[in-house]
């Protein structure tokens, strides 16, 4: 037990004064900062300056409309009256004196049309704008033209009004739903990252011992086993570390928005108070299952490999699996009760970021919950066992004829490998 | 003592070590010799209960050696390996930890073995930036720094310069002293007369001579007869008995039978002229080697 532990704080210790480990966890808490904060921050830089957009009014009646349309919008846009003439214009556009130049005219059928230059026609948002008040515009006067009045006219706009409501009492309502969306598809970026990282961490771990043939020395004082589970245990201490220095990173981000911008702040906005702590609590429990689950998934690839390069070849089925569990993710969030997302949330390795998905989605019976997480526990016994005895005779390449047999069948271990072991 | 009782290990079909009786007793130098391939890193990883023998059996103090003896056990393996980005002193401490030592104990020790290495100045680096010699005082270290009762040393003294393969031997040398059991397998047959009392010469996976070394010498038989004369020597190698024969500069060396061969050389040169030399020496371990194992080795 106690090398158990010295295995686990070597590990834990030799990884948190790492620099990728700082560097992503100042980088992802700073991160927080910015983006809970985004509103107070795009209003430091003082609002943009109103775009001056010039109006050369060839109908004579149409720009007093549209500075009007505008104004009732909201849009950063002022157009002005452009007296000189259109080449006069230009170039004051092209000096940068105007934004843009607006040039409207009527067709044939007396419909207001409108021609836009600019430097350069990127500014998409400031010319939808402009698009959408002419649109206004044209509506009315053709609306009018058939006669109709302003009443008829806002009737026939009018959104038709649609409630939602469910029957059952335990149904998410709507804003549940989107929290738990929230949610999940924090778990499932987070969950994400950390396989990425931990999992390749691990997998370089044990190649690196093996590559630098510390691991001779390493087995014959510890058991392999041993080892395993200490270089997991430190590498999941490592990730609950990170977890927590986020999660005060955002506590103390979001709270720093509330000061700021008391109402408007980001909790009131997406309710964040409101997550039932139900929730978090089996976000936390997938959460740590599935890192568990990938961790003994990638400390047994590891122990197959016996250089750090092939790190790379390992994580790429694993990328995919996650890629898929994601995608599915996706899929159920539009269409929870699907049976297809159901049983896809029992294979172990989609469990954590489905079960939880559902979860959080539907209504589910505690005995589904509970099926889902015993899958999970079950998966990891299984992977830590079969992890154990590869990562025995993976570490060295050899074992008896038992354990041999299970290897070939159980990781169809490479020809080269078989040789390797026959030469010991 | 260490007792190694009619241990095979079989890899599938394959057999690397067959019907081996070994015998350490307590505060012994045993070496193990072999060429390639002749089963001796097989041994010692059983020896370590890193393999498990297929068949027999393997103790050490009548107790058979699993995780739990794993802290009276040393062990320099024959593929150094260290972790090049950790720093002499936290390898010294996590590898001594793993071995159940007390931190303080680590520490005072590491600077006991590093003094005596005169590696003092290194204690901070990271192992990476330390030269070949230095990185294997330092594995020598980790395996001794709890001062095992039983140590293994694969190729202990491969690749060293003679400076260092001297400091390293008095290091054995003086761990002998204080009890510790070692059990080494080298190339360098020098090595092994100089050390050891007992050995054994490993082939193909079987034990081809085994036991002390004066008694495998003696009842090896053969003996080396050096003779040096201002006279041509060259006839001397058709006399009956000798076996094998070697130009030297001023001189010849022979391989003869028996003893008795040795007289009639004698007899052969006394009335030719000068002789300035004449010996009968035992046989080296690496003529017993050559002869035993049918290949020249190093």
Redesign the interface.
């Known amino acids: 037990m106690?090398?158990f532990i010295?295995?686990m704080m070597?590990t834990y210790r030799?990884k948190i004064k790492s620099k990728p480990f700082l560097i992503t966890t100042l980088i992802t808490i700073a991160l927080l900062f910015v983006v809970t904060n985004m509103n107070e921050i795009t209003k430091m830089f003082g609002g943009e300056e109103a775009s001056k957009v010039g109006v050369i009014d060839k109908t004579g009646n149409t720009l007093p409309a549209l500075q009007a349309q505008l104004e009732q919008a909201g849009d950063d846009l002022t157009a002005e009256a452009y007296t000189k003439s259109e080449s006069d214009a230009e170039k004051a556009v092209i000096e940068g004196k105007l934004d843009g130049l607006l040039i409207l005219d009527k067709d044939a059928s007396g419909i207001v049309t409108g021609i836009y230059k600019a430097e350069d026609i990127t500014q998409q948002s400031l010319i939808t704008d402009i698009e959408m008040a002419l649109q206004q515009i044209k509506n009315k006067s053709a609306a009018e033209s058939i006669g109709l009045n302003q009443e008829q006219l806002a009737a026939i706009y009018l959104p038709v009004s649609f409630e939602k409501e469910s029957l059952s009492t335990t149904a998410k309502s709507e804003e549940e739903a989107a929290q738990v969306y929230i949610l999940v598809y924090v778990v499932l970026f987070f969950m994400y990252m950390s396989v990425m990282m931990y999992g390749s961490m691990i997998a370089v771990e044990v190649a690196?011992?093996k590559s630098?043939?510390?691991?001779?020395?390493?087995?014959?004082?510890?058991?392999p086993v041993?080892q395993m589970f200490g270089k997991i245990f430190g590498i999941v201490l490592i990730a609950l570390t990170q977890l927590a220095l986020f999660v005060a990173g955002g506590f103390a981000a979001v709270k720093l928005n509330e000061n700021l911008s008391g109402s408007e702040s980001i909790i009131q906005e997406l309710k964040l108070n409101e997550i039932p702590i139900s929730l978090i609590v089996y976000a936390l429990v997938f959460f740590i299952l599935g890192f568990f689950l990938y961790a003994t998934l990638f400390a047994m690839m590891g122990s197959l490999i016996s250089r750090v390069e092939e790190v790379n070849n390992l994580m790429t089925p694993v990328v995919i699996v996650i890629v898929a569990a994601f995608m599915i993710a996706m899929y159920g969030r539009e269409n929870p009760e699907s049976g297809f997302v159901a049983a896809a949330s029992y294979f172990p390795l989609f469990t954590p970021m489905l079960m939880l998905l559902r979860v959080g989605m539907l209504s589910l019976p505690v005995w589904e919950i509970a099926l889902g997480i015993g899958v999970l526990i079950g998966a990891i016994a299984l992977f830590a066992v079969i992890g154990a005895r590869v990562y025995r005779g993976g570490v060295?390449m050899?074992g008896?004829?038992p354990s041999?047999k299970l290897f070939k069948q159980a990781l169809l271990l490479s020809k080269e490998e078989k040789k390797n072991?026959?030469?010991? | 003592m260490l007792q190694i009782k009619d241990v095979r290990k079989?890899?599938?079909t394959?057999t690397?070590v067959e019907g081996l009786n070994l015998e350490v007793p307590k505060g012994e130098i045993f070496g193990l010799l072999g060429a390639n391939?002749a089963g001796k890193?097989?041994t010692f990883?059983m020896i370590?209960?890193?393999?498990?023998p297929?068949h027999g059996k393997i103790t050490w103090d009548q107790k058979e050696i699993s995780?739990q003896t794993?802290?009276l056990?040393g062990?320099l393996?024959e593929?150094?390996?260290?972790?090049?980005k950790?720093t002499v002193k936290e390898q010294l401490v996590?590898?001594g930890?793993?071995?159940?030592m007390p931190r303080p104990l680590i520490q005072e020790q590491t600077n006991t073995w590093l003094k005596r290495f005169g590696a003092e100045e290194y204690i901070n680096k990271k192992v990476e930036s330390l030269s070949k010699g230095n990185q294997q005082k330092i594995q020598f270290i980790?395996?001794v720094i709890h001062r095992p009762e039983l140590l293994i040393l694969d190729e202990p003294f491969s690749g060293l310069d003679p400076v260092n393969v001297e400091l390293l031997k008095n290091a054995v040398h003086e761990l002998k002293k204080e009890g510790t059991t070692i059990v080494f397998s080298s190339h360098r047959m020098e090595h092994v007369e100089e050390l050891c009392q007992h050995l054994c010469i490993m082939h193909r996976g079987k034990a081809v001579v085994q036991g002390n070394l004066k008694e495998i010498k003696r009842s090896f038989g053969k003996k080396n007869v050096s003779v040096k004369a201002d006279f041509d020597l060259t006839y001397l190698k058709d006399t009956n008995g000798v076996l094998k024969h070697r130009m030297t500069a001023d001189g010849i060396t022979l391989q003869v039978e028996r003893e008795e061969v040795a007289h009639s050389l004698f007899q052969a040169v006394q009335s030719k002229g000068f002789v300035r030399k004449f010996e009968l020496e035992e046989p080296s371990l690496n003529d017993i080697f050559i002869e035993k194992v049918g290949v020249v080795h190093e």
């Open positions: 106690s090398k010295t295995v070597h030799s690196t011992e630098s043939r510390v691991m001779e020395i390493l087995i014959s004082s510890v058991s041993t060295l050899y008896n004829a041999l072991t026959t030469e010991l | 079989q890899f599938g394959f690397a391939g890193t097989t990883r370590l209960g890193l393999l498990t297929t995780y794993s802290d056990i062990y393996p593929e150094r390996g260290l972790y090049p950790l996590y590898l930890q793993l071995r159940s980790a395996a």
